[in-house]
């Protein structure tokens, strides 16, 4: 994986002026949340923002991975996964990061942490 | 050194000195005690089974911590491999003692306090998980079996810990000194006991600010001042010291050994004090550790279940029975039920997942199903199994009179059953079969690892209605539905 700064040098270079976001679900067999409503409002918050651009999950060119998992298990927590992207964020049922975090606020969070990788690039 | 042999643990016994009661006398060696061997006997086979080359793939691991190979009955889960080899490897010494071996309620209880240590450092700042890694490190280099001591006696069920008229029905802090804490109160029906090096002890429900003296873990050797064992009676616990034939499985016992541990003002030294207080952390230690200890029922019992389905098919050969189609039918039954709760336990292997801490759990959901159909699957099993057995069970004469001068070709006579297969074969198969689905046994498949309540609570809980009721909707054309419902 490219590091942070590194990724940032290539999305100068590269010429282009939007982030490249992928959404990759684990294949909900069993999900403990609602991960359409939670996908659709990840959506919603990219197609907001002028610099940011949805990708297909399987894209040779991401620059942040979101990898939606219905529960614990993570089953799409897998590096063949998130090796086409230069960043990754992984939810696991109410949980990201390895911290709990309530279902209500898993959309806010996912967007703070895009913000956050963003902003941490820009500077 | 980093495994020990049967041999090393029994002889690591006889160098501590616990206090434990059984009917009335102090016992000063369980390793020499009827009543004790079977149990120890069974405990020792985890350590030699973990060195045997046919089960070291199982039963040993690669430490963590160390690095070293260590026995997998010490071992924290890294992987779902490890959560798999572990149901597997009680399935396989279930196999070999068709008893039980004792040695995972510390296992699941060691498990579970490494990441709710780490959890409550981290909201906390407090070092309880770096103390427990020490401890993880000294329990894997020395090969030692602590016991999971988690049940309180509780006294009036309708009151919490701190509501209780006498305060020591849940173990709780009565002093905290500047080098450790001291604890009184008690633990039940804890099993292997008597026969391990020291006690893990944790909460056994969910705590509130009130209860936060109750909310306490820690470890105590055996023989630490102030600790009393008082060992539980079984059904046909005299038979341990009277006769061999008619235990049925005298080698290995039945269930596994448990006893009342008495904590009357005992000292901990702060190093082994891994809670203290933290009161909002008990409930997720106990469905933790209940998470572990249900996962575990399909392995050792599916492995037990083999046992007691080799028996009865052998017995029905030796009864003339084999070929009829009930019984063909009733013994594919058994073993159709022993690999039901054999999956439950792969699968909430499967589905496990990764702890803050970086350590493996096992499914909460799936593990509670597990642990709800070995309450009623071993009980069917067991039926079928008397079911066939007959009504020789509960009214074959004894070894006395087999092996009795004067009415011994009596019973050999009349309880023969084919002619080319010895009477004692009969009688030894029905033995067994009485000792693995009689008496103590069944209650072990009801009540270990918590009684069904708890797992339907758990399950409930976990089963996310609120979903199940969408999609139902989603068909029923009730409301406005989205194409797919996730």
């Not at chain 1, 609602?34 to 197609?47: K, Q, T, W, Y």
């Not at chain 2, 040993?60 to 997998?72: D, F, M, P, V, W």
């Not at chain 2, 009184?184 to 705590?207: E, Q, R, W, Y």
């Not at chain 2, 758990?458 to 009730?478: C, H, P, S, V, Y």
Request: proline share 4%; net charge neutral.
């Amino acid at each position: 994986m490219v590091s942070n700064r590194f990724w940032f040098a290539d999305y100068i270079n590269r010429g282009s002026h939007k982030i490249r976001i992928a959404l990759k679900y684990c294949g909900s067999c069993n999900p403990e949340i609602d991960l359409s409503a939670l996908g659709a409002e990840v959506r919603r918050f990219i197609a907001r923002r002028e610099s940011f651009e949805l990708v297909p999950h399987d894209d040779l060119d991401i620059d942040i991975l979101i990898v939606l998992c219905g529960c614990q298990r993570a089953c799409a927590d897998r590096e063949d996964i998130k090796s086409h992207a230069k960043h990754s964020l992984v939810t696991a049922g109410e949980g990201l990061r390895g911290s709990r975090v309530p279902y209500k606020d898993l959309a806010a969070i996912l967007a703070a942490e895009i913000e956050l990788l963003n902003s941490s690039e820009s500077d | 050194m980093a495994q020990m042999t049967g041999a090393q643990y029994k002889e690591s016994l006889k160098k501590l000195n616990p206090v434990i009661y059984y009917l009335g006398e102090k016992i000063d060696n369980v390793t020499t005690h009827p009543a004790f061997i079977p149990h120890v006997n069974a405990a020792a086979l985890t350590y030699e089974m973990a060195i045997a080359p046919e089960f070291e793939e199982l039963c040993s691991a690669k430490s963590h911590l160390t690095g070293e190979k260590i026995n997998r009955f010490t071992h924290i889960h890294q992987n779902h491999d490890d959560l798999i080899k572990k149901v597997k490897m009680l399935r396989a010494i279930g196999q070999q003692t068709g008893s039980c071996f004792q040695r995972c309620v510390g296992f699941d209880g060691m498990n579970a306090t490494y990441s709710v240590t780490y959890d409550i450092d981290k909201k906390y700042g407090t070092d309880y998980h770096k103390r427990f890694k020490e401890f993880v490190k000294m329990i894997q280099t020395k090969d030692l079996m602590p016991s999971g001591a988690m049940t309180d006696p509780k006294g009036d069920r309708s009151l919490s810990p701190s509501q209780q008229k006498d305060p020591d029905l849940y173990v709780h802090i009565v002093e905290k000194k500047k080098d450790g804490i001291v604890v009184s109160g008690a633990k039940a029906h804890i099993t292997g006991a008597v026969n391990s090096h020291g006690h893990l002890v944790m909460p056994t429900s969910a705590m509130k600010a009130e209860d936060k003296d109750y909310a306490v873990c820690f470890y105590v050797p055996i023989d630490a001042p102030g600790v009393v064992h008082i060992f539980g009676r079984q059904s046909n616990d005299t038979r341990k010291c009277e006769c061999s034939m008619d235990q049925g499985n005298a080698e290995y016992g039945c269930v596994g050994g448990e006893a009342l541990i008495v904590f009357d003002k005992v000292f901990v030294p702060n190093e082994h004090v891994f809670i203290c207080g933290e009161w909002e952390f008990a409930f997720e230690l106990v469905e933790r550790f209940a998470t572990f200890h249900r996962q575990n029922y399909g392995g050792c019992k599916g492995g037990l279940a083999d046992v007691l389905v080799g028996a009865v098919y052998a017995l029905t050969q030796a009864q003339g029975t084999s070929k009829a189609s009930h019984i063909r039918d009733k013994i594919a039954e058994m073993i159709h039920l022993t690999e039901t709760v054999w999956s439950c336990s792969i699968a909430c292997s499967c589905q496990g997942f990764a702890q803050p801490a970086g350590s493996f759990q096992a499914d909460p959901l799936l593990a509670n199903v597990t642990k709800l159909n070995v309450t009623r699957n071993v009980y069917e099993i067991a039926r079928l199994a008397h079911d066939i057995t007959g009504g020789l069970l509960a009214t074959m004469p004894s070894e006395f009179d087999l092996h009795d001068p004067s009415v011994g070709k009596y019973v050999s006579k009349y309880m023969a059953g084919t002619a080319d297969i010895p009477v004692e074969t009969r009688i030894r198969l029905i033995r067994l079969i009485e000792a693995m689905t009689c008496g103590t046994s069944l209650a072990e498949s009801m009540h270990g690892a918590g009684s069904p309540q708890a797992q339907k609570i758990m399950i409930e809980r976990r089963g996310n209605l609120e979903r199940k009721k969408r999609l139902a909707e989603k068909l029923a054309k009730i409301g406005e539905q989205p194409f797919l419902v996730c």
